[in-house]
């Protein structure tokens, strides 16, 4: 659902996260979580349809995942429709490091994290896997519910640092997903 309210803080978050890092994005979000549950490919899948048929946007920041999936050939489809069209979608992958989509897919930007190994901001581009980048997980303090602050880490925290880096980058010229990786 468009522009819905967030009941959880995840979304907050995230949407927090972009905005910091890259001051000039609007941000629309849509949700894809209800009261915390991940109602899994379909309403994915129906958000990524809304969002091409409805939507002009530069790129698609998904914090959340599906590891397993009967419907994984329509996500799939999606994201590639999305991509042709020009836009970059930037999906974190699992926490328990296993595979998730839509990060896994080619036509996406998968975005990993390890602890302890690189710099803050540092990413590490990854060749010959579904990995496209690795960053740097670390706890951060961000705005939460109801006027709150919370302490978050993993995957889906460090999707929209990329995501802000890639919205800079786009500010001034249209790039291709393949330019970006």
């Not at 959340?64 to 999936?69: D, M, N």
């Not at 799939?76 to 970059?88: P, S």
């Not at 490091?97 to 990854?126: K, N, Q, R, W």
Request: charge should be negative.
């Amino acid at each position: 659902c468009q522009n819905a309210i967030d009941d959880i803080g995840h979304g907050t978050a995230v949407a927090s996260i972009i905005e910091k890092n890259a001051p000039d994005v609007e941000i629309i979000p849509i949700k894809i979580v209800e009261q915390g549950v991940n109602n899994g490919a379909s309403i994915m899948i129906a958000a990524l349809n809304y969002i091409y048929e409805n939507i002009d946007c530069d790129i698609i920041n998904i914090s959340a995942g599906i590891v397993c999936c009967d419907e994984i050939e329509s996500l799939k489809k999606v994201c590639e429709r999305l991509t042709r069209k020009g836009i970059i979608i930037i999906s974190a992958f699992d926490n328990q490091e296993v595979m998730s989509y839509p990060a896994a897919f080619e036509c996406v930007i998968g975005i990993d994290g390890v602890i302890g190994e690189l710099h803050l901001d540092e990413y590490i581009c990854v060749k010959n896997s579904v990995v496209n980048y690795v960053g740097e997980i670390r706890d951060q303090k961000v705005p939460w519910l109801h006027g709150q602050k919370n302490q978050v880490s993993g995957t889906s925290f460090l999707a929209p640092l990329f995501t802000a880096k890639i919205a800079d980058l786009l500010k001034d010229k249209k790039l291709s997903l393949e330019e970006i990786k």
